[in-house]
T-cell receptor, first 112, second 114 residues
């Protein structure tokens, strides 16, 4: 199983760009990297997924270097409503079924 | 994205009773469903993985006789907490996989055992 490591918490201000980096040194060749957002008392919500290089959607960008041992979630111009916990996951296939194991996540606080 | 409906959102029960939590994939067929538990200020902990029509696979330390999982169809999985005790109080979350590496999560169930 690929284990992920993220900063426990980050602080930012409204309008800033926030970059959260996740380390996954043992990522396997077929693994994808997925980021989720979770608000209190809610289930996680999918943000973005990638395999290599760069992926961008309407809410975020995901940067993955060539060795794929890390990834960076980039949130452009954050707002107060982006205050949440962000999880980086690596999809691992074991015994023909995927097991998505959550790491500690990064608690992002956006200040006015 | 795909929608996973989880009910109830919260439940309070007496110690010793059983509680059933339902998880439905509304617009996709979930060949695999995962059940997680989350304590306050902590990350999600995977409890078990269930594939439609087969027995669930439980993570180490999770009692399969206490947390009964049924995945009888491609759109429904249930978690029954049997003989619940206060230490079972937690936030339970289900998720379904569409066949890719992407998961869609239910809104969670807050269980409080008195």
């Amino acid at each position: 199983l690929a284990k992920t490591t993220q900063p426990i918490s980050m602080d930012s201000y409204e309008g800033q760009e926030v970059n959260i980096t996740c380390s996954h040194n043992n990522i396997a060749t077929n693994d994808y990297i997925t980021w989720y957002q979770q608000f209190p008392s809610q289930g996680p919500r999918f943000i973005i997924q990638g395999y290599k290089t760069k992926v961008t959607n309407e809410v975020a960008s995901l940067f993955i270097p060539a060795d794929r041992k890390s990834s960076t979630l980039s949130l452009p111009r954050v707002s107060l409503s982006d205050t949440a916990v962000y999880y980086c996951l690596v999809a691992s296939r074991e015994d023909s079924s995927y097991k998505l194991i959550f790491g500690s996540g990064t608690r992002l606080l956006v200040r006015p | 994205g795909a929608v996973v409906s989880q009910h109830p959102s919260w439940v309070i029960c007496k110690s010793g009773t059983s509680v059933k939590i339902e998880c439905r994939s509304l617009d996709f067929q979930a060949t695999t469903m995962f059940w997680y538990r989350q304590f306050p200020k902590q990350s999600l902990m995977l409890m078990a993985t269930s594939n439609e029509g087969s027995k669930a696979t439980y993570e180490q330390g999770v009692e399969k006789d206490k947390f009964l999982i049924n995945h009888a169809s491609l759109t429904l999985s249930t978690l029954t907490v049997t003989s619940a005790h206060p230490e079972d109080s937690s936030f339970y979350i289900c998720s379904g996989r569409t066949g890719s590496e992407k998961l869609f999560f239910g809104s969670g169930t807050q269980l409080s055992v008195l």
